[in-house]
């Protein structure tokens, strides 16, 4: 075929939000301005709204791994005892984040396409009570997999180390309760369920958090949470912000607010529950099963077939963009994701794609087979039964 729109359907960055998209195009303003204080306190502002918390919210010009790495380096000290639970590349992260800093990190680990249990965790915490933070991923997007962070917030909030979230990709896919489940840190990104470019990460911080900043003596300069937490009540950033991204997610915001987060979160649980029915009816087979995330959903490869065939065929057939797996998944498991600016129109092609996809490369399918499936979900959750009229 001729003509091949480019489709994003990785787990970030995800397809734009198009006013979002405009509204960058107004990034020719300066930013110790009033007019750009104004959109800057309205950002944060909406970002407390959408998040539903009371805590406060800081931004930064980075990706998400940036306030990853703010969150160590402003609340901890060198040797500072800390717990990561890793369950993916997302996990190894945090625990690779944590030893650059000098922390004393005890890393419960679980195979890939599996998840950290709270009860690992409170284990964990009875053997080192002196344990000062403890560092989770919400959503594991490396495997498809996701948290009880409900839960795991509720063992912590019984000590007194902080917990820790990466919610980069939870955000807008799961429930996160930030005040009620004792989630002190929380952390995203923009590329993600926000529906703008790379290049903005943000930030929650629970005074139980503040307290712990007191006593930390690891330096920090660019990624200042006091510093940034003063300038944005100011209504600016302490460092030269990304203009036109601060812009587009105040544009995303509205929308979100519009929408609603837990309809954002619906949209994204109630796709990823379509394609996991869809793969299946495919005789595909899920790599997380066990907890499957909302943000995206991670597929074995059929047996004797690498996963960059189905990635590459994706592109080049199709012009669409899906993820291989990452680190020693990779070439085994592909991912499809649901997060952000996604609907069932979207999750049709895919699946119609797929099965092209895997009936072109000797696996058998028989066409319609995952689009019915896809087709069955959405009638349950939104077709309407029509009044018969006489």
Known sequence: ?????????????????????????????????ED?????????????????????????????????????????????KVIVGSAGKFGERWAEMARAYGLDANVVSVPYGQVVRPGQLEEALAREPATKGVFVQASETSTGAAHD???????????????????????????????????????????????????LALLSISPKAWRLSE????????????KEK???????????????LILALAESLRYIKQLGMEQLVENAQLLAHATRAAVVAMGLELFS??????????VKAPRGMDSGVIIKEFRNRFGAIIADGQGTMKGQIFRIAHLGYFDFADLFGVVAGLEIILKANGF?????????????????AAVKPQPVHA
């Open 289 to 298: 099963p066990g907890s499957p995330a909302a943000s995206a959903t991670a």
């Open 230 to 244: 003063k300038s944005g009540e100011a209504g600016e950033s302490s460092w030269t912000p990304a203009t036109s």
């Open 36 to 80: 750009f204080r104004k959109a800057y306190r309205s950002c944060l502002a909406d970002l407390k709204e959408v998040l539903h918390t009371s805590h406060d919210v800081l931004l930064f010009a980075a990706s998400g791994t940036g306030a990853m790495d703010a969150t160590v380096s402003n609340l901890f000290s060198k040797g500072d």
């Open 215 to 226: 006593t930390s003596t690891l330096p920090h300069y660019y990624f200042d949470l006091k």
């Open 149 to 199: 962070v409900q839960a795991m917030g509720r063992v912590v909030a019984k000590t007194g180390a902080i917990f820790v979230v990466d919610a980069i990709t939870g955000l807008g896919t799961m429930p996160l309760n930030i005040d009620g489940w004792g989630l002190d840190v929380l952390i995203g990104g923009s590329q993600k369920a926000f529906m703008i470019p790379p290049g």
């Open 364 to 380: 058998p399918v028989t066409y319609g087979t995952g689009v019915a499936a896809v087709e069955q979900v959405y009638e349950q």
């Open 1 to 33: 075929m001729h003509i091949k729109k480019q489709r994003l359907l990785t787990p970030g960055p995800t397809p734009l939000y198009p006013p979002a998209l405009h509204a960058m195009m107004a990034s020719d303003i300066h930013h110790r301005t």
